[in-house]
Each structure stands twice: as C-alpha cells, then as structure tokens.
C-alpha cells in the first residue's frame, strides 16, 4: 500500500514548506511539489493540515511491575493510545531488580513488547553493580542497539543508584557510546522525610509532595550533573519538574557541559493543589515523582523549554487504575507512582505551546520528536518528513479541537490528569510505517505491528549525544 499525502505543509524542527509527501514500503520516498500518485495509491487530501514527523516518547513504562503491582497500560494498549494522540514511537525501560541480570531482564522486556503496535526501544536501567554489570552494557550497546542507561537516584530499598554505581555505570557508558540518564531526587531524603510525615500522622496523598520538596531533585541533579562533568560524559535528565533542576542544567549548559533535560507534559500544565483534593482517589491518582510542584515551577519549566534549556517533552506514561492506588489508602509512600499522558502530550503542548505563543510550530516538531531522535541516535530514520525516513507522520489539524476525558481516551486507565482540559490541534491521521494507523477518531492499531528498534551507540570521537 502505497500513500500520497496531497497538499499540507510539512513541518520539521529545521523547516517549513507546503509539499506533497509519498509514502511506500514504510519509508517516506518523495517530499515535493505536485507529486503524481502512482496507479494504486490512496491519496489523503492535507490542504489545511501540518505534516509533522510522528511523535517520539522517550519515557514510559508500559506494564511496569513496581510498587507491588503491575502498571494497568501494557505495550499494544499503551502504543495504540499513542496513536491517537499523534506519537509513532516510544523508549520505554527495563528495570532490573537488584542483583538481576541486565541480559535476562532485557529478554523479559523484550517479549513483552512484542504485543506494541508501535516502534518502540529501550533505556536499560543499571540498579546494582558487579563485574557482570559491566560486561552486559557492552551487550547490550553492541549487541541489542541499547544506547542510553538509567539511574534511579530515588526508590531506596528498591532500584536506586547510590553515587558508586552512578560512579561506575557513568564511567561504562562514556567508554561504550552510551547516554547516562537520571531520575534526579535524593532517595536518602525522601525515605527520610517519608518516615518522618507518617510518624507524625500524615497518611494521605498530601504527604506525597512534602515527602518530595524541590530541593530534593535539585540536589540530585547538581550531584549527577557534577559526576557527569568529572567523568566526561553526557547526561540526560529525565522528568525534570523543578525550577532547582533547571537552574543547575542552566548552569551546567552554560559552562559547556553536554546536560539534556526532559519535561513532562503533565508539570508543564498542572500544580501541587491536586494534592489537596478532598476527593482521596483524585488526590491519589495524582501521586507519580517527582511531584506536581507550586506554579512557579511550571512557569519556569516553559521558560526552560522555550530556552532551549529543556531539549525534550515526554509523558512518564505509567498507569495504574483505582484499586491499585488504593494500596497506599492508610499510607501514602505505598501508592504506587505514575500518572497517564501519551495520547495528550502533543495536543496539550500544541495548545499551550503553541497556541499560547510560547513554541512555534518548528520547535513543537523539535521538542516533541526530532529532539529526542537525535539524542537516542534515531534521527533521521525518525523525527523528520524526509526521503528515506520512516513514514512514521502525523497529519495535525491545527483547527481541531476536543475536551480530553477518561470517559473517551484510549488509555488504559481509569483517570486522566488532563480531565476536562480543552485542546485546540488534534491529529486528524497518524501513520505508522506508512500504514494508516489513526484516521479521523478511527483507531486501527495492530497488535505486534511494533518494531524493536535498535539506537547505535555514539561515536566519542566525532561528537557524543545529540546537537539538540
Ligand atoms: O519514576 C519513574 O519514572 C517510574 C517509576 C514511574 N513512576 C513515576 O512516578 N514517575
Ligand atoms: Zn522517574
Ligand atoms: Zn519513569
């Protein structure tokens, strides 16, 4: 199947043009002017659409065990959802427990997305160290196409990274070519403060962001930023949600250190009062770290994406339904952590973004795909329209619009932070490998369609991590 693309504007991070777009055999094979559809192609009218490279989300964790439960979005629903919000592509992580093998923890991830519709890869997260550690990143690197490792500097008792491991895993990584990213919060002071707020009484959802004050991510990302600086290596943030945090990427930009910082949809629209909601569900269902903090670190969230200072968006898609967070009704530091957000990150950062007058369509495209392309080492196959790329695209209405609700998303979850939130720029089509996957409100993802797809490790000599 064969499809032309007729009479849009093609939107890339770099530029703007009015083109036709051919697609066939999965790959995106003319961008140009009154291009002929061959005999057999369908041919979708865009006049009036923006033809953007399909979104890219960096982090989620479909079916994730963690908390004593296992998150509620596996990896068809999760990427089928995606497709109805315009993302094509996720990274989504492995978690080994401690002292589990990196290797058998990556097969069991592995066939778990076997079911995605999607594309999707994996960040492998390093939670303990030994010698075989070391030699399965450089499996994982050479053999499985695994170009970024993660670090919990949270979850103590569970998969935290103590600065040894920090120490060792960021020094294995420069020497493979590989990204070190990092969950920025010292565990050490949540567990602390946690015990403290239930000793004292407080149980409820409330506790959750007392247990977590922004200097707690602000702390832990000077003291990875600062590793990362001593040993030479890159680093990327994710979820970054602090003013605190964004101060020291800032900085540490500033001073010519290659640091790159994530910023959830979710902290760029929402604040700490959902955690006062007298409803305890609503108040629960908010709870995922680091936390929704006080506007002012919303506002400067914006700033730091505007900047350029936050290179990309992402959802930290991790579900869980009512019943789950329900585990932590008498104690809050036993609700599982993790809110939705894939199928509205880009219509709810086109509308505030873009529709505010903070980002232009260009740096939409940049901050929601090409970005996080050329940090994992997938641009151009994807994060741009062009010959020879995935024809992973979404055709966007900029005129579109539609008030977001559990009651109608596609995800796999019984809530929605965005509940009620009207948005203005929707997909009208999403392509997944040059199929057809949303058309119109009509989903036709395909369970198994997803590929793996492999992210080669960085060359240190010519220029390590992306030029976002
Ligand atoms: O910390 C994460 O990113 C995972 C465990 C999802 N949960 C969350 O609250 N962010
Ligand atoms: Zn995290
Ligand atoms: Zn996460």
Redesign the pocket.
């Known amino acids: 199947m064969s499809i032309l693309i007729r009479g849009g504007t093609v939107v890339n991070a770099d530029h703007m043009v009015r083109a036709d777009v051919y697609c066939a055999d999965g790959a995106v094979r003319a961008v140009g002017d009154a291009i002929e559809a061959p005999s057999g192609a369908r041919v979708i009218e865009a006049d009036g659409l923006l033809v953007m490279p399909g979104g890219i989300d960096p982090?989620t964790?479909m079916e994730?065990p963690?908390m004593g439960t296992v998150?509620s979005e596996d990896f068809f629903t999760g990427t089928a959802a995606g497709f109805a919000g315009g993302t094509t592509s996720i990274i989504d992580?492995v978690?080994p427990g401690p002292q589990q093998n990196l290797m058998d923890a990556y097969r069991t991830w592995r066939g778990w997305a076997e079911k995605a519709a999607g594309d999707y890869g994996f960040h492998v997260a390093v939670t303990w160290w030994d010698e075989t550690v070391h030699a399965d990143m450089a499996r994982l690197v050479h053999e499985e196409g695994v170009n970024s490792f993660k670090h919990?500097m949270?979850?103590k008792n569970a998969?935290m990274a103590t600065d040894d491991i920090l120490y060792q895993s960021f020094a294995r990584a420069l020497e493979l070519g590989a990204m070190p990213t990092v969950?920025a919060e010292n565990g050490e002071l949540v567990f602390q403060l946690q015990q403290a707020l239930v000793a004292q009484g407080v149980t409820g959802p409330e506790g959750h962001p007392r247990s977590r004050p922004p200097a707690v991510e602000g702390e832990a990302a000077q003291r990875a930023i600062r590793f990362a600086e001593v040993l030479g290596v890159p680093l990327y943030l994710?979820?970054v949600s602090t003013r605190d945090a964004l101060e020291a990427i800032t900085q540490a930009r500033s001073r010519g250190q290659r640091v790159y910082g994530e910023v959830l949809a979710g902290h760029l629209l929402l604040d700490d009062s959902v955690y006062l909601n007298p409803d305890w569900e609503t108040a629960a269902a908010h709870?995922?770290?680091?936390p929704f903090r006080p506007a002012e670190h919303r506002d400067a969230l914006w700033r730091g994406l505007q900047s350029g200072n936050l290179q990309t968006t992402a959802t930290?898609h991790?579900c869980f339904c009512a019943p789950q967070k329900a585990m932590g009704r008498d104690d809050f530091t036993r609700i599982?952590?993790?809110?939705a957000g894939i199928e509205d990150r880009m219509a709810v950062l086109w509308t505030h973004g873009v529709g505010s007058g903070r980002l232009t369509a260009q740096e939409f495209v940049a901050v929601t795909s090409a970005n996080a392309a050329k940090l994992f080492n997938l641009y151009p196959r994807k994060g741009r329209v062009a010959e020879g790329a995935d024809a992973d695209i979404v055709l966007w209405d900029p005129a579109a619009s539609k008030t977001i609700s559990v009651a109608t998303h596609h995800q796999n979850v019984d809530f929605n932070i965005f509940e009620g939130m009207t948005v203005t720029g929707l997909p009208a089509y999403t392509l997944s490998q040059g199929k057809v996957v949303y058309a119109q409100g009509q989903l036709d993802a395909v369970r198994g369609a997803g590929r793996y797809i492999k992210r080669p490790a960085f060359n240190r000599n010519i220029g390590f991590g992306g030029q976002a």
């Open positions: 982090h964790h994730l963690f998150a992580f978690i919990f949270a979850y998969i969950h994710v979820h709870v995922m770290s680091p930290d991790c599982p952590n993790g809110t």
